[in-house]
């Protein structure tokens, strides 16, 4: 798994490149998620574009981590997930509790959009 991030605007953008699953992958995700949440301020853009793959670990580890910013009162957005990884989201219905946008510019909106 590859992780780069930049920030725009006030948010972090983290591209994500790989799989996120039991083992190494899905711990060094959630490092980064907490080197985010301690480390940056504002929201936080996740882009699964390139996101091969991701298991019950890594949605855990997400699940987990939209609660942490959120207690925070940062908001979290998810940029084009794979039909595969939209179909685990719909699934388990997770699609209404993460916003999920088609394009970065839709996210961008969103999180940089003080009444939302």
Known sequence: ???VKNRVDGVTILDIQGVIKL?????????YLEKV?????G?????????NYMDSTGLGELIGYLQKFEDRH???ALVKP????????KITK?????KIFD????AMAYLTDNAA
């Open 94 to 98: 997770l699609d209404t509790v993460f």
């Open 74 to 76: 940062r908001k979290m």
């Open 82 to 89: 794979s039909h595969r990884i939209l179909a685990l989201l």
């Open 23 to 31: 083992g190494e992958s899905a711990r060094e995700f959630s490092s």
């Open 103 to 106: 394009s970065r510019e839709s």
């Open 37 to 41: 949440l301690n480390d940056d301020t």
């Open 1 to 3: 798994m590859n992780i």
């Open 43 to 51: 929201p936080v853009m996740i882009n699964f574009e390139s996101i």
